[in-house]
């Protein structure tokens, strides 16, 4: 079955996931929109936290073409640390980069969508599995799944497609482009940095980018079930989380982490 040209916008589209879902939505022949921070011609210069600026970047877009078939809210980054001892306006460069800055990219290329549309939020397997010193980025991408089924709900019946994908780890420069903060104070000692320490150890473990990109690149193509998970380990844990209670997950988790 021939498949039909779209017009597609992808934010983060200069590294890791971003920059391969561009690639290979254009080598399937797609007019491809990317936006992001050190983009050049064609794409778009655009901070997704400076929500002015996201918008104008998306308003260009659909000038560009008429119209918007496939928006893939892909701009994201890490933070680690003590919950309690963050920085809240690390916090809030959190939550304004994997949360707000994804649902308003959404919001923003829903005016410019018709029926067959497709809303992609790139979320994380960490959505479903809280980690200790890692809770403001579970948190913040827990936050964009629950939105993401809201727009399920709410644009099933208009011909709109939304999903959230969540992959776990690919090794991309997202681990060394985390913000990280060690200081545990007198309360958590050093376990802050060793928590952290033991996650980038895994480096080698982590998926490979081309594979789950296409992966990736599938579902968000599919885009009928309200979240894929990309992985099979984060699969069978997904499974076993729901029939765990939820002290023994987590206490699990603490220890491994």
Do not use: W
């Not at 994380?124 to 200790?132: E, G, T």
């Not at 699969?235 to 206490?251: E, I, S, T």
Request: net charge positive; aromatic share 8%; hydrophobic share 40%.
């Amino acid at each position: 079955m021939k498949r039909n040209k779209q017009v597609v916008v992808i934010t983060g589209s200069t590294s890791g996931i971003g920059e391969k879902l561009c690639e290979l939505y254009r080598a399937a022949g797609d007019d491809v929109v990317g936006i992001a921070r050190r983009a050049t011609p064609p794409d778009i210069v655009a901070d997704v936290t400076d929500f002015a600026q996201l918008r104008s970047a998306i308003d260009e877009a659909a000038a560009r073409y008429g119209h918007i078939d496939t928006v893939i809210a892909c701009a994201g980054g890490g933070l680690s640390g003590a919950s309690e001892l963050l920085p809240l306006e690390e916090i809030e460069k959190q939550t304004a980069l994997n949360f707000t800055g994804a649902l308003e990219t959404a919001r923003a290329a829903l005016g410019f969508m018709g029926d067959g549309g497709k809303v992609v939020f790139i979320s994380s397997a960490c959505a479903l599995f809280a980690l200790p010193y890692r809770a403001m980025y579970c948190a913040s991408k827990a936050a964009i799944n629950m939105a993401a089924f809201g727009l399920y709900m709410e644009l099933k019946d208009k011909g709109i497609r939304v999903t959230s994908i969540c992959p776990g780890d690919i090794k991309t420069n997202f681990t060394e482009n985390r913000v990280k903060f060690s200081d545990g104070g007198e309360r958590y000692g050093d376990a802050p940095k060793i928590s952290a320490q033991k996650i980038d150890s895994r480096e080698n473990k982590r998926m490979k980018l081309d594979p789950a990109a296409r992966k990736i690149f599938k579902y968000c193509n599919k885009c009928r079930k309200p979240m894929y998970i990309v992985g099979a380990k984060y699969k069978a844990l997904n499974f076993f989380r729901h029939l765990l209670p939820q002290k023994v997950m987590l206490d699990l988790t603490a220890k491994l982490f």
